[in-house]
């Protein structure tokens, strides 16, 4: 009985030997994400016409936008800053710009020790991505 159970055991373990394996050498070897991986926003200030849709309809209210009106009496943006530390990756602010202004991307390596490090402000959102080229909306 435990003989039947060793070989059974070491059959298992020679079919897998010569597989390749499934396991990933992360962080050695780059996960590739899936096309429609929903992470790091990516922000083009020069497409957003300030409508806020995508401030009203996120579900935790981590979008904080600064708009003021100039000298001229136009309105300009002056912040677009995300708390990632409180999004839920949902991707409804992608959903609803109608400019894709905000769209998010496949950059999921901002792990990080200190809270402070997760609030992304517009200059930092609009550099996310930029290498991969690779947005979704
Ligand atoms: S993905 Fe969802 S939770 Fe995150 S900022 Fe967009 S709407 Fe808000
Ligand atoms: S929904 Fe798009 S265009 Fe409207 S404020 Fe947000 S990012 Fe700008």
Not at 60 to 80: A, D, F, S
Not at 97 to 102: F, G, L, S, V
Not at 109 to 133: C, I, P, T, W, Y
């Amino acid at each position: 009985m435990l003989f039947n159970d060793f070989r059974k055991g070491l059959s298992v373990t020679f079919k897998y030997l010569f597989k390749k394996p499934v396991t990933e050498n992360y962080p050695y070897e780059k996960i590739k994400m899936p096309q429609r991986a929903r992470w790091l926003h990516h922000f083009n200030p020069k497409k957003c016409i300030m409508c806020k849709l995508c401030e009203n309809i996120c579900p935790p209210k981590c979008i904080y936008m600064t708009v003021v009106k100039n000298e001229e009496g136009k309105r300009e943006l002056k912040g677009y800053d995300i708390r990632i530390d409180r999004c839920i990756f949902c991707g409804l602010c992608t959903e609803v710009c109608p400019t894709k202004a905000i769209t998010m991307t496949d950059v999921h390596e901002f792990a990080d020790k200190d809270r402070k490090n997760f609030h992304f402000n517009m200059e930092q959102l609009s550099k996310v991505g930029q290498e991969e080229e690779k947005k979704v909306g």
